[in-house]
């Protein structure tokens, strides 16, 4: 079964394009590319926030509570 369309679109001849147009398009594309391209920065070295020393030790003492408290409950001295 075939689609007339298809049929017609077959006998279209190939597109071409001019030399010059095409360097001019590729050129203003590589222009465009390389504004877009990322600049490389040098990262900062990583730090811990202020904030993290404190967390950590309410977290050694809630675990350390946890612990005291289920060994309350078992009876282990």
Not at 12 to 37: E, G, M
Not at 55 to 74: C, P, R, S
Request: charged content about 20%; aromatic content about 6%; proline content about 10%.
């Amino acid at each position: 079964m075939n689609d007339p369309i298809v049929d017609l679109v077959a006998r279209l001849p190939r597109a071409s394009v001019a030399p010059d147009r095409a360097r001019r398009t590729q050129a203003r594309c590589h222009r465009v590319l390389a504004r877009r391209a990322p600049v490389h920065r040098v990262a900062p070295p990583l730090r811990w926030p202020s904030w993290s020393p404190a967390l950590i030790g309410l977290a050694i003492l809630y675990v350390a509570e946890a612990m005291w408290t289920a060994a309350q409950a078992y009876g282990i001295r």
